[in-house]
């Protein structure tokens, strides 16, 4: 399973959502995250407002049971989550069986927290790190020294030393995943048997296992990593869509549609804004309408870009379908899951299809259009064609419905839409250095998520206030 935040701070999950679960490949609808992390069956993420929300596998109450307050970072593990509160201490919950949670040092003060199958590492502001729980393969025996960064994969924990920015790794050692190559490191990521790291000139090295592909990292320069049981993502300098490689057996890898909402457009305004898929695909997939209606005077170019000027104000919902022919290692031998292809076909076709809505304003007669909203994922080859739902998490669209809401309704959508451009202004502040397209990103995010919230307030009869 792999997640991660959408430019509209939506949640979006793709992989296995089966296993263990059910049901941590669907992300919730309609949250702002500034983060979300996957464990090993359920995912986790921080909301605009700092809360924890978690989803998938609950045993033992890793879903239900999580605490009050406001946080800074969540990391779930295997049947436990960990946390860190806003004050830097950290709270643990869920299975106890190696003392991962009744160990938790609760009055420690960490910058960062890591989990593992059952154990937790912290990095404190001096720059040393404790780790806790379960050390069948030594990974609580953290070497000497400072350090400016952890992170922990099954059994095996790396850091980047803050003298010369070198890595060091403990614990398992099953897939060679410590026999760390030299150099420098900005960030570094560990999973079961492997280990990838950003260099400071922002490209990829990994090691370790490599049976699936996981440590061949594509050529490119990227702003971080994450690695995986068995595979591996990155996020381009250039921003989405995330690039993955490594084992697609449940469709880790898998292509959707961004569920991004596109935004609104005027009468008489030129109108630009590019769809795009959540990994990068080669070749590059081709987009077509499939359903529903563009405003008249927009075009869908089969490279994703919606373009033109609109001629009729209204609300046009239309289906977008991207499609990419498939080969080995995208459709491997033995695959299986939600994204099933026929495995080993070098002619297998994979199919992403997503509902987006467009609300075009100015003079002129209104006109609506709608289709049934869907998003799906599909491969079909020379012989069979199979399908999987995914779902979207986008802002919920509101009805035409006249309603009286309470005061206290419209206070908290103002509340949560101030939030979310708040949220985007941090991230514009900090990704300045990632150049002129991530920020033209962030503008069509929030661009799309205050639109959403205008129609909210105003279903809601509430005065909208301009951002």
Not at 312 to 340: N, Q
Request: charged share 10%; glycine share 12%; with cysteine.
């Amino acid at each position: 399973m792999t997640c991660g935040v959408q430019p509209d701070l939506t949640a979006t999950c793709w992989g296995d959502n089966v296993s263990e679960g059910p049901g941590q490949a669907t992300a919730p609808a309609g949250v702002h995250f500034i983060e979300v992390n996957a464990g090993y069956n359920t995912a986790c993420g921080i909301t605009v407002a700092r809360t924890i929300v978690c989803w998938g596998n609950n045993n033992n109450g890793k879903v239900t049971n999580v605490p009050a307050g406001m946080f800074s970072h969540v990391a779930p593990g295997f049947n436990f989550v960990c946390a860190l509160r806003l004050d830097g201490t950290p709270v643990c919950w869920g299975a106890d069986d190696a003392g991962q949670v009744f160990s938790t040092p609760t009055t420690e003060v960490f910058t960062q927290l890591t989990v593992g199958i059952r154990h937790a590492c912290g990095l404190r502001p001096n720059g040393t790190i404790l780790c806790w729980g379960a050390n069948a393969d030594g990974q609580l025996n953290v070497p000497e020294g400072t350090y400016s960064a952890v992170n922990s994969g099954n059994f095996t924990v790396c850091a980047i030393r803050s003298t010369d920015s070198t890595v060091v790794c403990w614990g398992r050692n099953n897939g060679g995943q410590l026999n760390v190559p030299g150099g420098a490191f900005s960030q570094i990521s560990v999973g079961f048997a492997h280990v990838c790291g950003l260099r400071p000139d922002r490209t990829i090295t990994c090691w370790g296992r490599n049976a699936e592909g996981q440590s061949s990292p594509p050529a490119g320069q990227y702003t971080h990593v994450s690695a995986g049981t068995f595979h591996s993502c990155a996020m381009p300098v250039s921003g989405p869509p995330a690039v993955c490689w490594g084992n697609n057996a449940a469709g880790r890898v898998q292509p959707s549609l961004s569920p991004t909402q596109p935004p609104g457009g005027t009468v008489g305004t030129p109108y630009n804004y590019q769809l795009f898929m959540n990994t990068t695909l080669t070749p590059a997939p081709t987009y077509r309408v499939v359903g529903g209606s563009l405003p008249p005077g927009v075009t869908l170019t089969p490279q994703g870009q919606l373009t033109g000027t609109p001629t009729t104000p209204g609300t046009y919902e239309f289906t977008v379908a991207a499609s990419t022919a498939l080969s080995p290692p995208d459709c491997p031998v033995g695959a299986t899951g939600d994204f099933a292809c026929t495995p080993g076909n070098p002619n297998s076709i994979a199919t992403a299809t997503r509902t987006y809505q467009i609300v075009v304003t100015g003079a002129g007669t209104s006109t609506s259009t709608s289709t049934s909203t869907s998003t799906s994922t599909s491969t079909t080859t020379s012989t069979s064609t199979t399908s999987t739902s995914t779902t979207s998490t986008t802002i919920p669209t509101t009805t035409t419905t006249t309603t009286t809401t309470a005061p206290g309704t419209c206070a908290t959508l103002q509340q949560q839409r101030a939030a979310f451009n708040a949220e985007i202004d941090a991230r514009a502040a900090q990704g300045a250095q990632y150049g002129p397209a991530y920020l033209a990103t962030l503008e069509q995010a929030r661009a799309a998520g205050n639109a959403r919230y205008d129609q909210l307030l105003a279903s809601a009869n509430c005065a909208v206030q301009a951002t």
